[in-house]
């Protein structure tokens, strides 16, 4: 989901499909829809909500990487497996 809500924070675009998000997105295959998924239902200026993901990303990057090599270090299981 983090690489996801990346290319879409970058602006990265399917050239042969403008508007489809790439990755496997099932329940949500446009971008649009997307967005306003993300705004709770809301119409809301797509660069405001790509705003919003940059600003997220910022935060949460930092924090997951910290676990990341927080497991690393410990040796401990990456995968989460239900």
Do not use: C
């Amino acid at each position: 989901m983090l690489v996801l809500l990346q290319s879409i924070s970058d602006g990265e675009r399917d050239e042969e499909h403008p508007n489809l998000i790439r990755g496997s997105v099932y329940a949500l295959p446009y971008k649009s829809d997307l967005l306003k998924a993300l705004e709770k239902g809301r119409e809301v200026k797509e660069e405001e909500s790509i705003e919003k993901i940059h600003q997220f990303l910022a935060r949460v990057t930092p924090i997951l990487d910290a676990i990341y090599e927080m497991y690393t270090r410990m040796n401990a299981e990456l995968s989460y497996k239900a």
